[in-house]
């Protein structure tokens, strides 16, 4: 095909066992730990899980360093599981979700706060705060058919080796099959998918020097240092 320019570069991710994802939407879920809401100053009894997106730049690999962005003084960290997706489609039933799923993952939702809190004072869509080079830290694919279904495993995040998010996915208010549903409903899910599956609590504060890791139990773990622009 004749581009009159050349056409972005694929973002992709290490796989388990060989092979590289090629990364295509991030899709994130809000508010999808219940004191994860309550901490936000959200009622999870009364406010169902939301959807917002990140672009395929926004990943960073395991080992990377992350570039401290621009225009804020408060990025935090919120630790979560990720899903990796094989097939798409629109409309998707629960019970065909896990049909899709590829493989999972751990990330790091990285959120400028400071801007983000701005906008919900305003109104203003959530962009600026959840959108920018290196918000979307991603440990390799680890495949479904070596990990089985991920129902339940411990999430964690440590920052200097001081542990700061501690939970499990099986705290998660939608589990992963009403996600993917949930999303099909809204979008036209795509192979290449990754779905941030929501943080538990514990979400703070990250700075220049910083050492990160984050565990998704003994199934993935990802590294990375903050360093300054």
């Not at 991030?26 to 994860?36: D, E």
């Not at 920052?159 to 992963?176: F, P, T």
Request: charge should be negative; include cysteine.
């Amino acid at each position: 095909m004749d581009f009159v320019v050349d056409p972005p570069e694929i973002i992709s991710l290490p796989v388990k066992g060989g092979g590289n994802w090629p990364v295509n939407n991030i899709y994130c879920v809000g508010r999808n730990y219940a004191a994860h809401a309550v901490e936000m100053g959200g009622n999870p009894d009364q406010e169902p899980p939301f959807f917002f997106m990140k672009p395929g730049y926004a990943v960073l690999k395991s080992g990377g360093e992350m570039e401290y962005p621009s225009e804020s003084s408060q990025v935090h960290h919120e630790v979560e599981l990720i899903v990796a997706l094989s097939g798409g489609g629109r409309n998707i039933s629960v019970e065909n979700a896990m049909d899709l799923v590829y493989g999972y993952g751990v990330g790091i939702d990285m959120t400028r706060r400071d801007l983000q809190s701005a906008a919900k004072d305003r109104s203003w869509p959530w962009e600026a705060g959840k959108v920018f080079r290196h918000a979307a830290p991603c440990s390799e694919i680890v495949p479904k058919l070596e990990s089985g279904e991920i129902n339940e495993a411990a999430l964690a995040l440590s920052i200097n080796g001081d542990i700061r998010q501690q939970g499990n996915v099986n705290q998660m208010i939608w589990k992963v099959p009403q996600i993917i549903s949930g999303l099909s409903k809204l979008f036209s899910l795509h192979s290449g998918d990754l779905i941030f599956t929501g943080t538990p609590e514990g979400v703070g504060p990250i700075k220049v020097g910083d050492q990160i890791s984050a565990n998704l139990e003994s199934f993935a773990t990802l590294e990375i240092s903050v360093v300054s622009k």
